[in-house]
């Protein structure tokens, strides 16, 4: 999609910014921080490198900008390849790349839960960023981390969140944001009823409701937030219990009364499209919506907020973890070129730089507490006491892919009219095979 560029905030400038600190600098999506050490990729001038980069939002945009920088600061040249905006394809498109053992792939973005399958195929960053790994969170670094090699850099983070109209909350009455799910369903429909008559288009709820990864992250934060487990717990799968059904019930619920029929073939951006266009109430997307959303020609630049996804009364809020990573081809011809690539992407400077023009959560905390992010992404701190549920790719490995194809698919079933106490029982029997 083509990106909108919001206007160039200028902010507190953090000590990682270019400028001095405390003092003022001006982000905007056009310029990219410089090369922190160009020398080091000077050495591979003239050699060309393909990065499989961002498709979601103004990702590619970004990318464009900080692979132009590289190349000037640099002399390293960068093609830049969208991946699939689906993950499973972009999933299946690596894996092709890596059972043939080929080298037209250098650079790559790594979902938070592919470390542990594509890792034979990756290169070892632990001599050559292993240090600079140590300025991001442990956690994450630990994510990328397998066998003890260090086989992607942290990038930026992510977790599940509740977008809202505030404008029409309070045209309808309403002083705060859905707390419960049951909240949700009740304001979404009192806001779709009073504006039916001016707005055909309108929704309630939009989420990301295909048959895909994106929808095993929605479905996860659905059930860990109302005591329906987190899919897989002590060796063994979960989700065959009387909350996990209710949940996914009352989600069938919502297909063609809040939420619009097509969002069981939603992905992010069409969700984020609908949302943003003035044409629903509630969202649930990642942090890259808040800046799109923000951007000068939105037609809710300053009509929405985000919170915390709703839970039922008793249970806490969580967000499924999410995130991206860059990692190097072990297949890589220019893997030296490619490592001082992932060495700036993954630089203080720019995860500044994209935090504040992008909305994409820093791996690294200095950056994450500056004045500068905050100031652009003012919801980290009250999300900051969400919990993160992660996905269970740790203990899987190369069985998630299977896993979590069998569970999206059946939620997607449920979703488009079956009865989860008929899908639940065989979905759970598939999932454990899989994780077998």
Not at 47 to 56: E, F, L
Not at 123 to 149: E, F
Not at 152 to 163: E, K, N, V
Request: hydrophobic share 35%; aromatic share 10%; with cysteine.
């Amino acid at each position: 999609p083509a990106a909108t560029t919001a206007a160039s905030p200028v902010v507190s400038a953090s000590p990682s910014a270019t400028g001095t600190p405390g003092g003022t600098v001006a982000y905007d999506k056009n310029h990219a921080p410089a090369v922190p050490q160009p020398e080091l990729g000077k050495k591979y001038s003239g050699q060309k490198i393909t990065y499989y980069g961002d498709s979601v939002g103004a990702g590619h945009d970004i990318d464009m900008v900080l692979a132009t920088q590289f190349t000037k600061d640099t002399g390293i040249e960068i093609n830049v390849v969208p991946h699939p905006q689906s993950s499973d394809d972009t999933y299946a498109q690596y894996l092709r790349f890596f059972q043939g053992k080929s080298s037209d792939m250098d650079v790559m973005m790594l979902d938070v839960v592919w470390p542990g399958a594509f890792a034979p195929h990756l290169h070892d960053l632990s001599s050559a960023l292993g240090d600079l790994a140590k300025q991001h969170y442990d956690t994450i670094v630990a994510n990328d981390t397998v066998n003890g090699k260090l086989v992607a850099m942290p990038w930026f983070s992510d977790f599940g969140m509740l977008f809202y109209r505030t404008d029409l909350l309070q045209k309808y009455g309403y002083s705060d944001p859905p707390a419960t799910w049951d909240d949700l369903e009740s304001m979404a429909k009192k806001i779709v009823d009073g504006e039916k008559a001016a707005n055909s288009n309108f929704v309630g709820f939009v989420f990301q409701g295909a048959a895909y990864e994106g929808l095993t992250c929605d479905a996860l934060e659905w059930l860990a937030s109302t005591g329906g487990g987190t899919l897989y717990e002590d060796g063994k799968v979960t989700v065959n219990n009387p909350q996990a059904v209710a949940m996914l019930n009352k989600a069938r619920g919502w297909i063609g009364t809040i939420a619009p029929k097509g969002v069981t073939s939603y992905k992010e951006e069409d969700a984020r499209n609908v949302f943003q266009g003035g044409n629903s109430a509630f969202m649930r997307n990642w942090p890259y919506a808040y800046n799109e959303g923000q951007a000068a020609d939105s037609p809710i630049k300053g009509k929405f907020d985000v919170t915390p996804l709703p839970a039922q009364s008793g249970q806490k809020n969580v967000g499924t973890i999410g995130g991206w990573a860059l990692g190097v081809s072990a297949y890589s011809k220019s893997p030296d070129a490619s490592v001082e690539f992932v060495r700036y992407m993954t630089s203080p400077d720019v995860e500044t730089w994209r935090a504040v023009v992008g909305s994409y959560v820093p791996t690294i905390p200095s950056v994450a507490d500056s004045a500068a992010v905050l100031q652009a992404m003012p919801f980290l701190k009250p999300m900051a006491s969400v919990e993160r549920v992660p996905r269970p790719s740790g203990p899987l490995g190369d069985k998630y892919n299977q896993f979590s194809t069998y569970f999206f698919q059946g939620v997607n079933s449920i979703l488009n009219g079956q009865d989860a106490s008929s899908v639940v029982p065989n979905m759970a029997q598939q999932m454990t095979r899989a994780a077998g």
